[in-house]
């Protein structure tokens, strides 16, 4: 059976014990890694791993004996309570013995949970389990996670009580980090609001949000979209000490003022646009002024003054790559004025 969207992210949070298998696949590891360990942690309890009814084994180890699944499947611990037969990395190279197990499993034999990384959609461990009347198929994907895995992903952080634009702010976040970093950052702010009874506002999540050299170069493109032409000496002083190359800056500014173009061009106006686009939210209510601020010609201009610089920082000129990174967009921020 397939499973998708928030359906998948319900059975993946609480797998039923009753099934005798469920893969977990998607060329995102940590994604895999994290909904696999709250498939498992559901299906055995708090306990379980201590208990020993949890039984691990890597594909290596699988092709190296595959007797190993089914021993584990058919195994009787030491603990009452149901198991888990853990199969980690696996390849279409072990559908046969998957299989196998699958064929000989029986209600109170170990759960079957295997990991796989990016499967084709005619990859054979996919069908099996697709085609297994008890077994469940969940693949993973790059796409931002949806309202209801970010609300699962607060409960177990335990944060509750949270502001509306807060929640909003969050989703962003979701959006733009990995699901670790995502997990990360969320325990962190539970650890800043631990004991606060107040509901959880836009500002803790700025605070507790991770930062990174991004956000210097941001700076500098804030700069150039709020046309401070004086900021953008000083600024590029600074990256060019931290070894940020022209061609960084060039790539984050077209991003930039794509994003304001797009905005500007909104049927319902550049706030919505902004909204539509995934934006940092620190950034969102600066960009939303600035694509009201530029117009739509100018953006054009501008957009076209950085593909131009693009081109040449990429071909064989031999000319200083941040001089004209620099003077581009000094040229930018004087051209709104």
């Known amino acids: 059976m397939i499973l998708k969207g ?11 014990p009753a099934r005798a298998g469920l893969l977990l696949f998607g060329a995102d590891a940590m994604r895999v890694a994290l909904k ?64 196998v197990a699958l064929r000989e499993w029986r209600p109170g034999d170990a759960v079957i949970v295997v990991t796989a990384g990016g499967l084709t ?5 996919k069908t099996l389990f697709e085609k297994h009347p008890s077994a469940v198929s969940i693949g993973l994907y790059d796409d931002p996670p949806g309202r209801e895995e970010i609300e699962e992903a607060l409960r177990i952080a335990g944060l509750r009580d949270i502001d509306r634009e807060a929640m909003t702010d969050l989703n962003t976040l979701a959006r733009a980090l990995d699901p670790g970093d995502f997990r990360q950052t969320l325990e962190k702010i539970a650890l800043f609001k631990y004991g606060d009874p107040s509901p959880l506002s836009p500002a ?73 686009a995934r934006v940092n939210f620190r950034q969102k209510d600066a960009m939303g002024r600035q694509a009201g601020q ?44």
């Open 6 to 16: 928030a359906e998948a992210t319900r059975y993946a949070a609480k797998p039923d």
């Open 36 to 99: 696999r360990q709250a498939a498992i942690a559901a299906l055995l309890g708090p306990a379980g791993e201590a208990e020993m009814r949890l039984t691990r084994m890597s594909g290596a180890d699988l092709r190296k004996d595959a007797s190993l699944l089914l021993d584990a499947i058919k195994a009787v611990g030491f603990f009452p309570g149901p198991r888990v037969a853990f199969v980690e990395d696996a390849t279409d190279g072990l559908a046969e013995t998957v299989a």
């Open 121 to 125: 959609g005619k990859s054979a461990l």
């Open 204 to 276: 803790d999540v700025a605070a507790m949000a991770p930062a990174t050299i991004e956000a210097e170069v941001d700076d500098l493109i804030d700069a150039v979209a709020e046309a401070r032409a004086n900021a953008i000496g000083p600024l590029f002083r600074r990256l060019e000490g931290q070894g940020v190359l022209p061609v960084t800056i060039c790539i984050g500014a077209l991003r930039h003022f794509r994003i304001l173009h797009a905005a500007a061009t909104d049927p319902q106006g550049p706030g919505a646009g902004i909204q539509r």
């Open 294 to 337: 530029w117009g739509v010609r100018a953006l054009e201009t501008a957009l076209g003054v950085l593909l131009d610089t693009d081109l040449t920082l990429r071909s064989s000129s031999r000319a200083p790559g941040m001089a004209l990174m620099e003077r581009a967009l000094i040229r930018i921020a004087m051209s709104r004025r």
